[in-house]
């Protein structure tokens, strides 16, 4: 049941900083860590979109649970 609240707040927390510019930090495996510049699109019930900025435009969506794990981290522009 705690981890449902933790799950719960971590999406409400995305949610509230939708549109804004972030910094990911995705775990690109093999001791390769992949950090982009983007903006947070869209948060769905159990995924999230980023739109990144480089020059390919691409979208990369991930999981509420890849936060927790710390698979990705974002760090909001302030």
Known sequence: MHTK????SIKQDIESHVGEKVT????????????NDGVLEKAYESIFTVRLEDCAQRTVSYSYSDVLTKTVQLVFAS
């Open 5 to 8: 609240n933790v799950l719960l």
């Open 24 to 35: 990911l930090k995705a775990n690109g495996g093999r001791r390769k860590i992949l950090i």
